[in-house]
């Protein structure tokens, strides 16, 4: 026993010490990168001028951030990004900076509703505000804001008319993007809002699951159906490569909200519909881990990525690895999630100094030969929330581990 003991305990150590070198050899490190994220969020915000000008985009030969001002569908997502930096680190002077970004798009609430976009411009900002402040004033601008959203409900549909502008394209549209909206609808109905908004997102969701869903679980940019009788007319694209091929980020955009639709519901088809879509979404995605724009481009291998569908997926499959019963089946998408947000902080997709996102290689409207591999700012979000989930999980996991040892 005198001579094993010293020698279990070497071979222990010498496993241990493989062990952590070949974690370090990993080199990513969620609360690493977040650190790193806040410090730059900080200094690209100081260089930011005025507080109704947002974010958007980086355009080709440019380092610092397009803005737009807040009625843009893009204008929720960098007070959003402002609001997960603070999370990351309870810096005060980011809170008030997030406040300050946050401000302008209280008009959102109380004005018209132009299109499905008011749950990314307000649950974004005021949403992730309220959540981490509780202030008062922020649950009415948000209980508002779903009122105002409601508006474009259609009782004949079932379903938000998405693009009131492209009616005379798509007769009532109903987008996939649209189910990332309904988030803000079920908060309101359980604090304080009607049981109405319940009852619209539940609809909508299910509206979207029977006629944007296809039968290989690729999904429809568009539905259009008939505004007096609901019927469905045909579902088509508008920023896909065509009517039937997988547009990326609509792909990411259905793992992600039907997950939500059956957290908040319990219906066991959202579920399955999440799973579904984000198991083809994973079985169709390249070599290098990260998808391009569409994945049926005829172009590929030499079409553009696009690092923001990547980031939505990770957020969607923390999601749904939260929803899961299955140990098998959540390992996979916790193991997915983080290889596509590790991917994400490597070199070639991470900004470093190149300029003042976080991120490169987001496409955001190829058909309109709109924002093509450039850094735009919803891919910004989506990365801090993906690595905000994985921090947390970590620290979850770590905290059972000590609990059992």
Known sequence: MRIRLPLILFVSLLISSCASEKKEDLGFSPSKVLHENVLKIKTTEKALGDVDQFPRNIPNGQTTWATVDVQDWCSGFWPGVLWYAFEASGDEYVKEEAEKFTAPLKTIAYSSARNHDIGFMVYLSYGNGYRLTGNPEYKEVLLSAADTLATLYNPNVGSILSWPSQVNKFRHNTIIDNMMNLELLFWAAKNGGSQDLYDIAESHANVTMKNLVRPDSAIYHVGSFDEVTGEFIEGKTHQGYADESMWARGQTWGIYGFAVAYRETGRKDF???????????????????????????????????????????????????????????KNKYIDAATKLVTILSSDKYYSGDANQALLLHSTGHYPKNSEI??????????YMEALLRLKKLNETQESKAVAKS
Do not use: Q
């Open 271 to 329: 579920l399955d519909t999440s799973i579904k879509v984000a198991d083809h979404f994973l079985n169709r995605l390249p070599e290098d881990g990260i998808p391009y724009w569409d994945f049926d481009d005829p172009k590929i291998p030499n079409a553009p990525k696009d690092a923001s569908a990547a980031a939505v997926a990770a957020c969607g499959l923390l999601e749904l690895s939260g929803l899961v019963e299955d140990k098998g089946l």
């Open 373 to 382: 591999d450039i850094p735009i700012v919803y891919a910004d979000y989506y």
